[in-house]
């Protein structure tokens, strides 16, 4: 049986607002991976507005609800999913904003489909270099997978701050936590925690004010 709706944390008006006071100076680029319907790109250019973007999401309904919600159009908008490999890989689209690759979800799909996939060294090879970026994913238990695709580029003096969302019942969280300690980076905050799991920002080690 899940905790009362109480214990959970509001759903965030502007989730930026949380986790740029983690930052040391305004980010050069945003890139996110799970675009669902969420707004995080328009709060990301309103609080800086030269951040460059870069969007991507294997689920058509969510290319088409960015583009209603004014996607610039000089900023890339790629329906694929974020991946440790090039090609394609089965995934179960369920409902919108939860299109996932996950093993369970895969599993536990009527009717699975397939999605082209890339890694984040692919996006840094084509788009990039990147440099002091954010990385904001929500993947549907499938970070460790994307993060692993940039493990390449996967460094502070690339990514300033990575925000995962984390499963608490997936022992890849454990993996993502290891990996990006590995990398050198620390748990810096924990936020929007629901009964399935919760949000965690990662900045490089050493960098969070006492």
């Given at each position: 049986?899940?905790?009362?709706e109480?214990?959970y944390?509001?759903?965030p008006?502007d989730?930026?607002?949380?986790?740029?006071p983690f930052?040391?100076a305004?980010?050069?680029?945003?890139i996110?991976g799970?675009?669902g319907?969420g707004?995080?790109?328009?709060?990301?250019?309103?609080?800086?507005?030269?951040?460059?973007?870069?969007?991507?999401d294997?689920?058509p309904?969510a290319i088409?609800?960015?583009?209603?919600?004014?996607?610039?159009?000089?900023?890339p908008?790629?329906?694929?999913?974020?991946?440790y490999?090039?090609?394609?890989?089965?995934?179960n689209m369920g409902?919108l904003n939860h299109?996932?690759?996950?093993?369970?979800?895969i599993a536990?799909a009527?009717d699975?489909?397939?999605?082209?996939?890339?890694?984040l060294?692919?996006?840094?090879?084509?788009y990039?270099?990147f440099?002091n970026?954010?990385l904001?994913?929500?993947?549907e238990?499938c970070?460790?997978?994307a993060?692993?695709?940039?493990q390449?580029?996967?460094?502070?003096?690339?990514f300033?701050?990575v925000?995962?969302?984390?499963?608490?019942?997936?022992?890849?969280?454990?993996?993502?936590?290891?990996?990006?300690?590995?990398?050198g980076?620390?748990?810096?905050?924990?936020w929007?925690r629901?009964?399935?799991?919760?949000?965690?920002?990662?900045?490089?080690?050493g960098?969070i004010?006492?």
């Open positions: 049986m899940k905790p009362p109480h214990l944390d509001p759903t008006a989730p930026i607002a949380l986790v740029a930052l040391e305004s980010p050069d680029w945003f996110i799970g675009l319907d707004l995080e790109w328009c709060h990301a250019r309103w609080r800086w507005p030269t951040v460059k973007l870069i969007g991507v294997p689920d309904r088409q609800a960015q583009r209603v919600l004014a996607w610039p159009e000089e900023s908008l790629l329906e694929k999913a974020l991946w490999g090039a090609g394609r890989w089965p995934i409902d299109a996932s690759m996950h093993a369970h979800a536990g009527k699975a489909q397939s999605v082209e996939c890339l890694t060294s692919q996006l840094n090879t084509e990039g270099p440099a970026a954010v904001w994913l929500d993947v238990g970070e460790y997978e993060l692993t695709g940039g390449e580029i996967l460094a502070p003096s690339v300033a701050l925000n995962i969302e984390v499963r608490h019942v997936d022992r890849k969280a454990y993996e993502v936590y290891n990996l990006l300690d590995y990398r980076y620390e748990r810096a905050y924990v929007f629901q009964w399935w799991g919760h949000n965690e920002v990662w900045v490089p080690r960098s004010r006492p």
